[in-house]
C-alpha cells in the first residue's frame, strides 16, 4: 500500500487512512490456509460457539478467530438434554443466521446426530451446511474415516472430533474425562493421526488430558482446538453460553465465568479471547 504524502495531509490523516486499509484487509473472512500458518507461527487460535446473527456479530466485532455452530445448541438453546435431537434442518438454520452477521472469523457447522451414517448421506448433509448455511467446514463426531475421506474428495473441509463424543452419550453413559488410562491414550492418539491422513483440516479434542491433547497438538500438523483439554492445544473453544454463565445446567468444570469480572458481554468475549492468546486460559483449574 502506498500513501502519498503531501503537505495537504497530516500524521492523524495517514494514521485514519492505514486503519482503513487494515481493517479493510481484516474484515476478509479467515481461511483454513490462515489458521493452518496460525499454528506454525505458533498462535494460538480462538473459538467460541455462536447461534444466532448478534452474538455472532459481538463474537466477530472482538475478533475472535472461529465460531462454532455446534450442535451444542441442542442443550443451551433448545433446552434438551442431550445434543441427540438436533436436526439439519435446525442446524442449517442457525448456521445461516450466524454467517450472515459474520465478517471475519472462520466458520465451522455441525453435522448432528445421525446426519453421518453413510459417506453419501454426510456429504447431501454437509453440502446443506455449506451452500445454504455458508459453513466453511464441518465437524463430525467419532473415528468416521470413511466419510472424512469422500468429505474431503468433495472439496469439502472437515473437523475432526475425538475425546469425548457428546452424540455417542447413551453409549458412554455419562459426560467425563476420555483418555486416562493408557491404551485409551495410545488409541485417540492413533485416531488422530487417522483423521489427519484421511484429509481432516482439523481436529477438536473434548475432555481429554491436557498431557494427552499436548503430545496430539505437538505430532499433528493440522490445528488442535481444545475444551477442557489443556492449554497446550493449537486454540481453544468454549460454549457461549457456559462462559457467560447463561448454560441451563451446571457450568463445566473446564469453562470459565468470564462475565463475572467484565462490564458487559463484549467485555467477556475480549477478555476470553485475549486469555486465549495469551494462553493464560484454560488454567490448570479447567484441565485434567
Ligand atoms: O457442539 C458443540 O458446541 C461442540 C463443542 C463442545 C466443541 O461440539
Known amino acids: ?21 487494515s481493517s479493510a484487509a481484516i ?15 505458533g498462535e494460538k487460535i480462538s473459538c467460541l460457539t455462536a447461534y444466532d446473527a448478534s452474538f455472532s456479530a459481538l463474537i466477530d466485532k472482538v475478533g475472535v478467530d472461529m465460531m462454532l455452530v455446534g450442535d451444542s445448541l441442542g442443550m443451551v438453546i433448545q433446552g434438551h438434554n442431550t445434543t441427540l435431537p438436533v436436526t439439519i434442518e435446525d442446524m442449517v438454520y442457525h448456521t445461516r443466521l450466524v454467517s450472515a452477521a459474520r465478517q471475519r472469523a472462520f466458520i465451522i457447522a455441525d ?22 448455511g455458508g459453513a466453511q ?38 459426560y467425563t474425562v476420555q483418555g486416562r488410562e493408557q491404551a485409551d491414550a495410545e488409541k485417540m492418539f492413533a485416531d488422530a493421526l487417522n483423521l489427519q491422513e484421511a484429509g481432516a483440516a482439523m481436529l477438536v479434542l473434548e475432555c481429554v488430558p491436557a498431557t494427552l491433547a499436548k503430545v496430539i497438538s505437538t505430532e499433528l500438523t493440522i490445528p488442535v482446538i481444545g475444551i477442557g483439554a489443556g492449554v497446550e492445544c493449537d486454540g481453544q473453544v468454549l460454549v457461549l453460553y457456559d462462559m457467560l ?3 441451563l445446567g451446571k457450568r463445566p468444570r473446564f469453562s470459565r465465568n468470564f462475565i463475572k ?4 458481554i463484549e467485555e467477556a468475549i475480549k477478555a476470553y479471547h485475549q486469555a486465549v492468546k495469551q494462553s493464560l486460559f484454560p488454567a490448570a483449574e479447567h484441565s485434567f
Open 137 to 174: 467446514m464441518v465437524k463430525l463426531e467419532g473415528l468416521r474415516i470413511d466419510c472424512v475421506r469422500f468429505l474431503v474428495d468433495q472439496g469439502i473441509p472437515v473437523c475432526g472430533h475425538l475425546g469425548l463424543l457428546p452424540q455417542s452419550i447413551n453409549q458412554l453413559g455419562s
Open 261 to 264: 469480572d467484565a462490564a458487559n
Open 111 to 132: 453435522l448432528p446426530f445421525m446426519t453421518y451414517a453413510t459417506p453419501v448421506t454426510a456429504t447431501k448433509n454437509a453440502a446443506k451446511l455449506m451452500q445454504v
Open 27 to 41: 474484515l476478509k473472512p479467515l481461511s483454513i490456509t490462515d489458521l493452518a500458518a496460525m499454528k506454525r507461527c
Open 1 to 21: 500500500m502506498l500513501i502519498w504524502v503531501t503537505s495537504s495531509i497530516s500524521i492523524t490523516e495517514i494514521v485514519v487512512k492505514m486503519n482503513q486499509y
Open 245 to 247: 454463565d447463561i448454560g
